[in-house]
């Protein structure tokens, strides 16, 4: 299972590291512009709870980064599919499907690692200072691993690359705009919190941000992202299945 | 590689797509070491065959064997018996030729030795050594189709599956794959090739089929399949359009010709399948 695994992993960052400085540079354009709109321009002098807006607005776009770019691999995944149709080759080849998932989760992984490199480094230039203590790795990786998961299993799913396009626009938008990332959940009504409690991301971000800020950290949250990553990756390998016609 | 024993085994192989029936009971059985072509129009179902075989596509009935191994209940012993050549080029146009045929390698757990020196016999094999470090993008249609039947050899496989290979191909390009082809089978290999060009088959068969609407409608070789309707052949222009006389002699064909000034053809196996189906392959 490892050689496949790991054959399928090679594959995507062969490609990510030909399209290295394009992907870099578009990773960067999303954190750069709500660093300067919602942190820099509007929040500079804003503070929730005691902490700079800047400080706040951070850890939730690292969370919201981990799942966009976790997420992104659906696209490449559907142009793999359905254009170069380099998915024949996988599902010719004598590897199994657990195999292929695990490949493509791991190069979600590593996109999102790459883009968080690439907030926190945009986040220092901007005068913020956090901790980054190993459980806010952890956390990353729950999240990441979890919406990597999601977008194999529903880049099965889909037919089309504007299947693709709903389904960003309906899942992942509103989940990084509602899930923590630029305000505080405890503003909302008490029955919007609970609906917004159960997205993965609100955990994530919380969870994040707590370890960034120096603050503890609910392990239910880790637990639950966990679950619901487990819950995927077997949805991931249950569609890869069911995507020969 | 090679053997008279069965490499393929298909029996009563079905696939529907609701109620469409793509194939209505395929039972074949290839011979290790041959050359077999699957003969038939667009829409026939050969490619449906070959996505069943190569573990791309469900099917609905039947069962089927590679190498004595059965394609569902042994998928992945299955799956190192053949290597495949889709009609489309299915590389990873932003990697360089190397660089694809090694992740081919990987997913066949070859090591590392192994995978350079069968990377460079390969290239050798189709004459691309130069081409190593080349982006796909960059190359022409011929020589895209050099690599994915490079990539297809690479694990040694007693098998290999053909899907239209010359598709899209020009003539001068399509000859060239042809001699790879023979080359590829006298080495050993089971050669299972789908195609809709007359010449291919008759250039490069030992057996052929011919599917219809999901059926096999005739199983021989190609000179026996050409004798069922004669040897030579006559087209005639008449008012209600294209029609072909067939003779068992030359003699007979030539006191028809007499009566006017026809031109004289040998038959071929479009004319055999024509005669079964009423359809050219082409069609």
């Known amino acids: 299972m490892i050689t496949g695994c790991l054959a399928v992993y090679r594959r995507e960052m062969l490609i990510l590291k030909r399209r290295f400085k394009r992907q870099a540079a578009g990773q960067a354009v999303s954190p750069l512009l709500y660093l300067l709109t919602f942190g820099y321009a509007m929040g500079g002098e804003l503070r929730f709870d005691g902490t700079r807006y800047l400080d706040f607005l951070l850890p939730g776009l690292v969370a919201m980064s981990s799942m966009t770019q976790a997420f992104a691999i659906s696209t490449d995944i559907n142009v793999a599919r359905f254009y170069w149709h380099i998915f024949d080759e996988f599902q010719a080849a004598p590897i199994s499907n657990a195999s292929y998932v695990a490949g493509e989760v791991m190069a979600g992984i590593s996109r999102a690692l790459m883009s968080i490199c690439i907030t926190l480094g945009l986040g220092y230039l901007f005068g913020v200072r956090l901790h980054y203590p190993p459980i806010f790795w952890l956390t990353i990786l729950l999240n990441s691993f979890l919406f990597a998961s999601l977008a194999v299993a529903l880049a099965m799913v889909v037919r089309n690359h504007a299947d693709q396009s709903l389904l960003t626009n309906f899942v992942i938008t509103p989940m990084a705009f509602l899930g923590g990332t630029f305000f505080p959940l405890d503003r909302l009504p008490v029955w919007l919190q609970k609906i917004l409690g159960l997205l993965p991301l609100t955990h994530a971000s919380t969870a994040i941000r707590a370890a960034a800020l120096g603050r503890p950290v609910h392990v239910m949250s880790l637990v639950l992202l966990a679950v619901i990553g487990v819950v995927f990756f077997g949805m991931a390998y249950y569609c890869v299945n069911k995507a020969r016609d | ?283």
């Open chain 2, 1 to 283: 590689m090679s053997g008279s024993h069965a490499m393929i085994e298909i029996r009563g192989l079905r696939k529907d797509y609701g109620r469409v029936q793509a194939l209505k009971g395929i039972d074949l059985t290839v011979p290790g070491g041959q050359l077999f072509a699957y003969l038939g129009p667009n829409g026939a179902g050969k490619s449906t065959t070959i996505r069943i075989l190569t573990g791309l596509t469900r099917m609905s009935g039947g069962s089927a064997s590679l190498g004595g191994f059965d394609i569902e209940r042994d998928a992945i012993a299955a799956k190192r018996q053949f290597g495949v050549v889709q009609q489309y080029v299915n590389l990873d146009q932003e990697l360089t030729v190397f660089e694809n045929l090694d992740i081919h390698c990987r997913l066949f757990a070859m090591k590392k030795k192994a995978r350079r020196e069968r990377i460079d016999r390969l290239l050798a094999y189709v004459d691309m050594t130069d081409r190593a470090s080349t982006l796909i993008k960059k190359l022409s249609g011929g020589l895209k189709r050099r690599v994915t039947i490079a990539r297809a050899l690479l694990h040694g496989p007693s098998i290999l599956f053909l899907d239209e290979p010359t598709v899209g191909l020009d003539a001068a390009i399509r000859r060239r794959i042809w001699a790879l082809i023979k080359k590829i089978q006298q080495e050993g290999t089971t050669i299972f090739l789908t195609t809709h060009h007359i010449e291919e088959a008759e250039f490069l068969a030992e057996r052929v089929a011919f599917l219809d609407e999901g059926r096999i409608v005739a199983l021989d070789t190609p000179n026996n399949l050409m004798a069922r309707v004669g040897s030579w052949a006559i087209d005639l222009v008449e008012d209600s359009g294209m029609k072909t006389r067939y003779f068992s002699t030359r003699e007979e064909a030539d006191r028809f010709r007499a009566h006017g000034a026809f031109t004289m053809r040998r038959v071929n196996l479009e004319d055999a399948f024509l005669s079964l189906t009423g359809k050219k392959v082409g069609q």
